[in-house]
């Protein structure tokens, strides 16, 4: 079935320093992926989203790009601050999946200044 | 337009009991789904509802049941609660006409069990 696999936390940085957050999945079909924040007592924000192979989905700063190739979806972000401090989650959705949304366990992100 | 909405906000159950909680999903949805996380962990899927049948299902047990509406709201019951129940409730939303199978999720309710 379908999977998704994303570092394990937390990622403590310091303000402006570059962010990487890795994940993989794994799908049948051709799912589309996304990126979900989570900030301390709330529910999900949808941060960005790629529905095919090679699209770059970008939002607020942060970036992710599609691969098929690597069945990868990391995210990224150039310069961080401490507003995005929060648990981002990786998840996938497909057709087969019927809009069932797979999620990642998360990786908390401390910023400090 | 009102995004997905839920209600209540927190609620707090005894062992034993039974909790309904309930979602309004975004205008032009017809789809309602609903996770549990449990803190610390990702979302995990419970059940999926579309014209007023489950029509996909997760590892969960029978003691979770649901409804869906002509208005396609949706409720979650939760039967003989356990202290493992306590998380927060998710439900989302979704159309059938989304090329990107995209889900829309509202705010959660949270629910302690003592």
């Known amino acids: 079935g379908n999977s998704v696999t994303q570092m394990e936390g937390p990622v403590t940085l310091s303000e402006e320093a570059f962010l990487t957050i890795n994940c993989t999945y794994t799908a049948t079909g051709y799912p589309s992926l996304f990126w979900y924040v989570q900030y301390p007592g709330e529910g999900l924000q949808l941060l960005l989203k790629?529905?095919?192979?090679?699209d770059k989905g970008s939002n607020k700063g942060f970036e992710a790009t599609y691969r098929k190739e690597t069945t990868s979806f990391h995210l990224e972000k150039g310069s961080v601050q401490v507003s995005d401090s929060a648990v981002y989650f990786c998840?996938?959705?497909?057709?087969?999946?019927?809009?069932?949304?797979?999620f990642g366990a998360g990786t908390r992100l401390f910023v400090k200044a | 337009d009102a995004g997905v909405t839920q209600s209540p906000t927190h609620l707090i159950k005894t062992r034993g009991q039974q909790v309904t909680l309930r979602c309004s999903p975004k205008?032009?949805?017809?789809?309602v789904s609903w996770y549990q996380q449990a803190l610390g962990q990702g979302p995990q899927f419970i059940f999926q509802?579309?014209?007023?049948?489950?029509?996909q299902r997760g590892n969960f047990p029978d003691r979770f049941s649901g409804h869906q509406f002509p208005n396609y709201s949706s409720e979650l019951n939760v039967n003989a609660l356990l202290l493992g129940d306590s998380a927060l409730y998710l439900c989302a939303s979704s159309s059938k006409w989304t090329s990107s199978w995209e889900q829309y999720f509202g705010p959660g309710t949270r629910l302690t069990v003592t």
């Open positions: 998840a996938l959705s497909d057709r087969g999946g019927g809009f069932k949304t797979i």
């Open positions: 509802y579309y014209e007023e049948e489950e029509r």
């Open positions: 790629a529905t095919k192979a090679d």
């Open positions: 205008s032009g949805h017809d789809t």
